[in-house]
């Protein structure tokens, strides 16, 4: 797509005037900046910034808390015994699900090993699991001590995509092929939906169809895709998928998360591990020995949940309900596509590994600026503009397009071209 993009800070500003989602910024607290007007936040794709909404929410139930005590399971406005039902539908809009297909509940890597627990079931002929290379560490660390709790030496047990010689992403050809190459013995295909590294955007539509071709398993880790892409996990067929809400979702640190399971999975038939949470709702509270599942990916709660990252989760879902996720990332794609106008006007648009088509991407670019990369960052936060380094020597910014505008990302390529200049 050809938006027709100008330089200049007018350009910018012309685009802001012309964006409908631009008042949703106002609903954000910025950093305090030490030297400029405003924080140029770039790290969404990490820690989402808070909205203004978000302490009157978690008010709310300290308020409900202190009024009514153990009552406010049932007499909170929004009663906490079904809290996180309040969130059902409105998560499951940002991730393309059923409302009995999404729940909130637990932290990423917790949800990731209760889900291999019941998809990854290996045997001595289908044992392995297909992830990327390099992927997130604790991805990393989640898939091999599952192989290890069955039995299996990690190294023979994980295959690990990696791009071509000289190419910095995967090639999706490459991962139908290698899949279709371990048809045997792959059981479980565990992708990231946007690598975060890379900040390349998979088309798990195709690896889906391609490990349910072969009779594997497949879910996705959406830490990186979850309030970022388009995502239709009910449609693709995807059997499960995980996030967390911290990063583009905006819940706050350490935030609760995400989980999908497809309604088609036969959920009587799948070993979980249980808790009362996952009980029955209606007989829940008779304390019986037997444990009852809800019809829902629910059952795969254990625990009454934390009512006040729930509340801070509903107060974002709001503004993402507001602004919709096909028009966010019809802004994203802008967004990203102007970055990428900018830095090959001003410098060199090598220096961007993620993929050059939009659609390839959500709203991350990463940079790699060999031996410069850490003190280019340093430099830039200084600056009050916040972006992040990974090892060995990439930037990453992501203009999140609920709160960054054009203008940001045009003070974002001035900054990132002084600071080169400087070094
Ligand atoms: C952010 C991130 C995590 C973090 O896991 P937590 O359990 O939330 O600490 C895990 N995996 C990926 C791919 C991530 O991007």
Known sequence: MDYGFDTGLLAAQKLDLDDPLAGFRDDFIFPEPLSRDTTLYFCGNSLGLQPKSTAAAIQQELDAWARYGVEGHFKAEFPWVNYHEFLTKMMAEVVGGKDDEVVCMNSLTVNLHLMMVSFY??????????????????????????????????????????????????????????????????????????????????????????????????????????????????DWGVDFAVWCSYKYLNSGPGGIAGCFVHRNMPKDKIPRFEGWWGHDKESRFQMGKEFVPINSVESWQLSNPPIFQLASLRSSLELFRAAGMSKLREKSKKLTAYLQFLVGKSFDEGLIL??????????????????????????????????????????????????????DVYHFVSQLQEVIHES
């Open 121 to 234: 079931q290996p045997t001595a002929a289908r044992y392995k699991i297909l992830i990327e290379g390099g992927a997130f560490p604790s991805d990393q660390y989640a898939v091999a001590s599952q192989a290890r709790f069955h039995g299996f030496d990690p190294e023979s047990a994980i295959i690990e995509l990696k791009p071509r010689s000289g190419e910095h992403c995967l090639r999706t050809e490459d991962i139908l092929e290698t899949i279709h190459s371990n048809k045997d013995s792959l059981a479980l295909v565990m992708l990231g939906g946007v690598n975060y590294l890379t900040g390349q955007l998979f088309d798990m539509q195709s690896v889906t169809q391609a490990a349910h071709e072969i009779g594997a398993r497949v879910g996705f880790d959406l830490a990186h895709a979850a309030g970022n892409v388009t995502l239709n996990l009910h």
């Open 354 to 407: 993620t993929p050059k088509d939009v659609e390839s991407r959500g709203a991350q670019l990463s940079f790699r600026i060999p031996g410069q990369a850490k003190k280019l960052q340093k430099s830039l936060v200084q600056r009050d503009v916040i972006c992040d380094f990974r090892e060995p020597d990439i930037v990453r910014a992501a203009p999140a397009p609920l709160y960054n505008s054009f203008e």
